[in-house]
């Protein structure tokens, strides 16, 4: 469990807000951010509300993210910043206190509570993602994403012969006809969308072709709708090409494997973070995955 709920003995009346920076030790920015999140509770398990007083005799409990290790190791790290080779299935952080293992959890058990990840991948999709160590380099990472000033590479496997390299320009919003909520589709009035995809080698056995997708934006499965609105699906997507029920299912967990394998002819997305290209103070970094599409 990432979250441990940790005891704290009031020892003067106080707004409970007041009370994590001047009793129990914590930072303003994170006093705000536990109590947004609700992960501060009264000695019966009730969530404290900012401006809420607490009393002497009473304790106070906060869940307090620990990360635990599973063995999984950087992959390149200096004195700003690691990078982490991500396996498929592997969440990058914890949707509530009941996830039990995500990406974080190595993160802070690797560099302390001031890590941080600079970006996102989905959980099926497999590979890089870089991960900032302190306030400075978190800043300047996530500044650097935000304005675009990268170079990503993905490997993909596609059903069908793709036989030339594609710009794909094509705008994406979340789609209004589905009943899957993460769902997005290519529609006119979708946020602009730009990937470039490169064939690399066409199985005629399998009718599949392995692809590099560079996208140029990020929007939420953009290589993913992207090709699925080509015509070119990528292999194992439980979310894009199948039944809306079996989506269901899967984003419910309650879609077992040999089903999954059945609707979808594979154990996982064969979509691959690659390689990840950046300047950062006045040195070109270039980094690869270790791990191999499969």
Known sequence: MPFILK????????????????????ALSDSQRLLSKARVFDQEGKVLQNGQKIKPEE???VAVFEGQTRGLNPIFQNDDFAFFDKPSGVMVHPTSRNTQYTLLDEIRHHFGQSANL??????????????TKNKISDMLLKEMFENKQYIKKYLAV?????KDSLRIDEP???????SIGVKMCVTKDGKESLTNIKPIRYD????????????????QHQIRVHLHHLGYPILGDPIYGVDEEIVDRYLLKKLSFEDRVKYTGYERLLLHANSLEFSYQNRQFK????LRLK
Do not use: M
């Open 59 to 61: 304790y106070i409990q």
């Open 118 to 131: 600079a970006h996102r991948i989905d959980q099926e999709t497999s590979g890089l993602v870089l991960v």
């Open 7 to 26: 005891k704290f003995q009031v020892k003067e009346s106080e707004k409970i807000q007041h009370a994590l920076i001047n009793q129990f030790g914590f």
């Open 158 to 162: 596609v059903r069908g012969e793709l």
């Open 287 to 290: 980094i690869y995955s270790k």
């Open 172 to 178: 994406i919003a979340k789609a209004k006809n589905s």
């Open 204 to 219: 005629a056995n399998q009718n599949t072709t392995l692809v590099e997708a560079s996208p140029l934006t990020g929007r």
